[in-house]
Structure formats: C-alpha cells, structure tokens
C-alpha cells in the first residue's frame, strides 16, 4: 500500500477556531456580551496544568471571557462544589469545567453531577450522556475528544458509515463510550474492545475505522491495522527518547507518541491521525464550539 495520507488535526482544529471566533463576533455584536468560560484545576498534575493553560489561552483568541480557578491540591470537596455551583449561578459563564482527575479525597462523579447540565461543555453529566445515548444530539454536549475524533473520521470518509466496522480499542466515559455513541449515529457497525478483549489483533483487523483509546505507547503495531483502514490515535504518551541527548538534569529528554505505532500502521492505512498533531488540538477546538453553542442558547 501506499503511504497513509496523515490526517491534518490541526489545521482541521484552526478552521473551527476561526469559524468561532468569528461567530463570536457576531453574538457579540448582537448582544454585547462575550462568551464566558470557566477551567477549574485543582492540584498540581503538571500535564493537567499545561492542558488547562491551553484551554484557557485558545478561549481568550476566541474572544471569550476566560475564568481560571487554580485551587491547591489539599481543597476540600464542599469547597470546590462551592465553586462549581457559584459558577452556576454566574450569568456570565456559559461553560464549566473541571480539569480531571481530582485528587483522592474528591468525589469526581458528585463534582460533575453539580454542574449545571446546560453549562457542562465537557459533555460528562448524567443527561448529556443520557442525551447522547438516546440520539438527542442537538441537546446533547458530546465530550470534547471523541467530538473532535468523530470530525475527522468525517475529514476522511463523509457524513454516513454505513457498512463500516468501527472498532474502539478503550471503554473510558470521557473517550471509548462517548465515541460509540457518536458512530452508531452515523450509522457504523461498532464494537468496543478493551484489556480483556479476546484476539485483540484480529478484533481491530476487522476495523474500517480503528480508534486507539487505551494510554498504553504505540501498543498498536501495524499487525493491528487493516488495509485501507481510517485509524484515529487519540493516545498522548510521553516516553524517553535517548536518541534526542540529555536534559540538563542528566535524565533523557522525552518525546510524545500515540497508542498506535505511526510508522508501522501508516504503511497499512489509508489515513491516520498523527501524535502530536491529531485529536490533540481538536479537543480544544471542540471545547471552543461547545462554549459558543452554550452561549448562542442563551442569547436565543
Ligand atoms: N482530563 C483529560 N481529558 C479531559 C477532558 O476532556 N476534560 C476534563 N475536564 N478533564 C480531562
């Protein structure tokens, strides 16, 4: 086969910032406010810090009023509830959200059912997902990761898959579950494979459409890939790249890959998602759009 044509996140993510910055314009113009995003991060998980950081910059190029909460990591959870449903309340803030996972002492699932489900533009609450899993899409806010990963199966393959297998290698709330949802409405025959699926390989070589959601690098060799196949990597592992020196501290400096092997899968597949550079920036992206809709509805 010929060399996989590498699907662009970040361009695709570029134009969707552009449409909402634009669109942004118009609400603006329209009704004198701004939409409102709130990102609330407790603790100091350095990954999470950089993700919430992105977020909160790429909301202020959109023209959004941004809120950061940066609360330490020993908050107690009745305050960190106390944020949310003051965020709640905020006429001003059109989106909530809160940077997973929590630290221990917090109930994750309590702080995510607090959050006002019209302003849950992380798609996590019980009647976003009840909204998703029912088909109710115009209601629903679909999770941000799986969102993104579903515009470029379309960058590749169009609106309808009918007649193709789609095969979802994870069953996580935030990505594998949400992501089935999302291409059984488009009409594809899906199955969801995890850690204790049987015949991983010949599961994921039956896959049209392969998504790797399992945060384990490059465990998806080419073997894994069918001919042909439209593979959407939304793994983010940093791992040790000796080849690139030394960092001053002496330890080897590191480099991002997926949970699919590029190299190898690209000369199976007909399209696939690079790391970085894929679903990545598109996460962002989608959170942007999920912003502006939530404010769009209120502005009627
Ligand atoms: N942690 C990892 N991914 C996500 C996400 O999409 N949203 C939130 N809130 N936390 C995350």
Redesign the pocket.
């Known amino acids: 086969m010929a060399e996989a044509k590498r699907i662009d996140g970040k361009a695709v993510a570029a134009r969707i910032i552009e449409t909402v910055k634009a669109s942004t314009e118009t609400l603006k113009a329209k009704t004198g406010t701004a939409p409102g995003l709130a990102v609330v991060i407790v603790g100091e998980d350095p990954a999470?810090q950089v993700?919430v950081g992105s977020k909160a910059k790429t909301a202020k190029e959109c023209g959004f009023t941004s809120i950061k909460h940066e609360l330490d990591a020993e908050t107690s959870e009745e305050t960190l509830l106390k944020v949310v449903r003051d965020l709640n309340a905020d006429p001003a803030v059109n989106g909530i959200?809160?940077?997973?996972?929590l630290p221990k002492h917090i109930d994750e699932a309590k702080v995510i059912q607090t959050i006002d489900p019209d302003k849950d533009v992380?798609g996590?609450h019980l009647i976003n997902v009840g909204r998703l899993s029912t088909g109710a899409l115009a209601e629903a806010f679909v999770?941000?990761?799986p969102a993104g990963s579903m515009l470029l199966v379309r960058e590749v393959l169009g609106d309808d898959l009918s007649g193709k297998n789609a095969v979802i290698v994870g069953r996580s709330n935030?990505v594998g579950k949400p992501m089935a949802q999302l291409l059984l409405a488009a009409n594809a025959t899906v199955t969801i494979a995890h850690s204790r699926t049987r015949d991983l390989q010949a599961v994921c070589r039956g896959a049209d459409i392969l998504v790797a959601a399992v945060g384990r690098p490059e465990m998806l060799t080419g073997d894994y890939v069918k001919d042909g196949a439209v593979v959407i990597d939304v793994g983010i592992n940093r791992i040790e790249a000796p080849e690139k020196g030394l960092k001053e501290d002496g330890t080897p400096k590191t480099r991002l890959v997926g949970d699919v092997n590029y190299a190898e899968a690209s000369e199976k597949a007909a399209a696939i998602t690079p790391v970085p550079g894929g679903v990545g920036p598109m996460?962002i992206a989608m959170l942007m759009a999920n912003t502006l809709r939530s404010a769009c509805r209120v502005a009627g």
Request: negative net charge.
């Open positions: 999470s993700y959200l809160v940077q997973l996972p992380d996590f999770p941000c990761t935030i996460t």
